[in-house]
């Protein structure tokens, strides 16, 4: 183990970006056509005066952390803000040298606490410090010289069991990391958002959008390649149904076989709703291949009643994940005690959340033989920053997939300048490309795959580009 640094926090600026998507995104309450996207950028000084910068982003998506249908998408976008301006506070406020891990776990309570005071629940309360511990990473990765996956290997961020994760207690978390061996290589799981095309012919003559991107399922799996798909339900037992009827015939077109994952994004009001969903799939013929290719069932039920009902029974079956109730540290163990075998990594919620979960799956295999799991899911992370910490993140813990939305719903890079897309394309040319017709610089997906070799070797967390920080407007954070 090498030493974790400690250190103070200054500097620290929030900006903003809106975000326009390319296509109408639908899961769960909503159809996302467009969301501002954050940007942090900090710097941690230690007790001898060097210092190093970091930075961050992440989409500000409604009806997501909180979807209360009586909150408006711009009130979502302000509870976010507020998250930001509280973690940034606490943090910066803080006169005391800590670890990278540090900063985060002598804050976390006192800042869930402070956001059910604002009216914030404990998901939106994650978003501020997991864009501050993010930035704090980065900007202790481009100190030491070293990428995210050797630091994390290393400990390099002083991350400890006690403080947050207290039923690890006797796991040699240590050992744990030093033994990760990280991908350089990722499938990308394509998202089949509720309302998106499923075929060409579905698309009409004067509604193509003919940006050179694909525009249905169909499309997709022909430019890309892809072979693993995660499929938005909508907590209609017969509506789903039908929708997934259409989607298998898709896929069930090429002989090759394919992987999926169900997400329910909170629709089924209890476990007999996705029950009677599930055993409506597994008796019909259309859907036979399907079914032998789900992996497992995201979210299917509303955080308020999720973590209420046992669901053992159905995950006898097909195993279940938990992922917007997700909203602190000691979920994963109650899921797990519910019958749930597994919970989603998302930079969004939590990079340290997202580890030590990591080190509980293998830590309960290891106990029971079970098979206790944690996989990668999407927020629509954007080209840059976003969508680059994220990868960093799974391909570190061994993830061998990982749902991907973000580029099939924006054009690429945006609003951001072309200086920016170029920059990101020199420092990363195999994540990247630049399409010939547009100009544009987009992630490149080939195979159904992502070539994360820049991402890797990257001195930071991901990334060795930065944004156009002049382009970004200024976050106000008491508005």
């Known amino acids: 183990m090498t030493e974790a640094p400690a250190f103070r926090l200054q500097d620290v600026t929030l900006f903003e970006r809106p975000v326009t998507l390319r296509l109408p995104f639908r899961f769960g309450v909503v159809t996302l056509t467009a969301a501002p996207q954050a940007y942090l950028h900090l710097r941690i000084v230690l007790p001898d005066g060097r210092s190093a ?13 909180d979807k209360d249908p009586a909150l408006s998408n711009e009130q979502n976008f302000a509870q976010l803000r507020l998250s930001l301006r509280h ?4 943090y910066a406020g803080d006169e005391t040298a800590r670890t990278a891990f540090g900063h985060s776990a002598a804050h976390h309570a006192a800042l869930v606490q402070q956001g059910a005071k ?9 978003y501020g410090p997991a864009l501050l511990d993010r930035a704090v990473i980065d900007a202790l990765c481009r100190l030491r010289n070293i990428p995210f ?17 207290p039923d690890l207690a006797g796991f040699d978390l240590e050992a744990w990391l030093a033994d990760l061996v990280p991908h350089r290589r990722i499938a990308a799981r394509h998202t089949v958002g509720m309302v998106d095309p499923l075929r ?7 509604g193509r959008l003919n940006d050179g991107l694909p525009e249905s399922l169909e499309g997709a799996i022909a430019q890309y390649g892809h072979r693993w798909f995660k499929l938005k339900v909508g907590g209609n037992a017969a509506a789903d149904l039908a929708r997934l009827q259409g989607i298998a015939a898709v896929l069930d077109q090429s002989p090759e076989p394919y992987q999926a994952s169900l997400d329910g994004n909170e629709q089924y009001d209890d476990v007999e709703g ?12 259309r859907l036979r291949r399907l079914c032998a290719s789900i992996l497992y069932i995201e979210q299917p039920i509303k955080r308020a009643v999720a973590l209420t009902q046992p669901v053992t029974t159905l995950a006898a079956e097909i195993p279940l994940i938990v992922d917007e109730s997700d909203a602190d540290y000691d979920v994963f163990p109650r899921a797990r005690d519910l019958g749930y075998r597994g919970i989603s990594s998302k930079t969004c919620k939590g990079v340290y959340r997202a580890i030590l979960n990591g080190a509980r799956a293998q830590h309960w295999n290891i106990q029971k033989g079970a098979n206790f799991f944690i996989t990668g899911e999407d927020l629509t992370c954007q080209a840059g920053l976003a969508v680059q910490q994220d990868l960093a993140l799974v391909a570190a813990l061994g993830l061998s997939h990982v749902e991907r939305n973000g580029h099939h719903y924006v054009d690429g890079f945006g609003a951001a300048p072309a200086a920016e897309q170029d920059a990101f394309l020199a420092a990363h040319p195999d994540l990247y490309h630049r399409d010939p017709q547009s100009r544009r610089v987009r992630l490149q997906i080939r195979k159904g795959g992502l070539d994360l070799r820049s991402v890797m070797d990257a001195t930071g967390f991901g990334a060795e580009a930065e944004p156009d920080w002049g382009n970004l407007a200024p976050m106000h954070l008491n508005s």
């Open 53 to 65: 910068w970091g930075s961050a982003a992440e989409l500000m998506v409604p009806k997501w952390f």
């Open 87 to 90: 973690a940034v506070d606490a």
């Open 118 to 126: 604002s009216g914030l629940n404990a998901l939106v309360a994650s």
């Open 149 to 165: 996956a050797a630091a994390l290997g290393k400990n390099l961020f002083g991350i400890q069991v006690a403080p947050l994760a």
């Open 200 to 206: 060409e012919a579905d698309l009409t003559a004067g």
């Open 274 to 285: 996705i029950a009677a969903l599930w055993q409506a799939m597994r008796a019909d013929s």
